[in-house]
Nanobody
Framework: VQLQASGGGLVQAGGSLRLSCTASGRTFSTYGMAWFRQAPGKERVFVTGITLSGGTTYFADSVKGRFAISRDNAKNTVYLQMNNLKPEDTAVYYC?????????????????WGQGTQVTVSS
């Protein structure tokens, strides 16, 4: 599967952005999906994940209450709604797909990666 992320940009602190990640192929509903981010000079870290049907979501503590993840299996798309953005949210955001039944925060659990989209939050 190929993943294409979009929606990044420059926003002021307190603002909002919505990222999208569209997958190719007809098996999108069989993948657990997640968003990771990588700030300059730092490792890529888990942000949020969503199960195959969208029934369960997971969040890193740093984004709980501010970010939301959702998916539309009919459109082969997963979304990341980011509200109340902070300068420390600045990073390249990557979507990822996992063929595992249960998904988690470990990068190694994900089989496919998008190309990343830059999010910059100014103070």
């Amino acid at each position: 599967v190929q993943l294409q992320a979009s929606g990044g940009g420059l926003v002021q602190a307190g603002g909002s952005l919505r990222l999208s990640c569209t997958a190719s192929g007809r098996t999108f509903s069989t993948y657990g999906m997640a968003w990771f981010r990588q700030a300059p000079g730092k490792e890529r870290v888990f942000v949020t994940g969503i199960t195959l049907s969208g029934g369960t979501t997971y969040f890193a503590d740093s984004v709980k209450g501010r970010f939301a993840i959702s998916r539309d299996n009919a459109k082969n798309t997963v979304y990341l709604q980011m509200n109340n953005l902070k300068p420390e949210d600045t990073a390249v955001y990557y979507c990822a797909a996992s063929t595992r039944v249960y998904i988690g925060s470990n990068r190694r659990e994900y089989d496919y990666w998008g190309q990343g989209t830059q999010v910059t939050v100014s103070s």
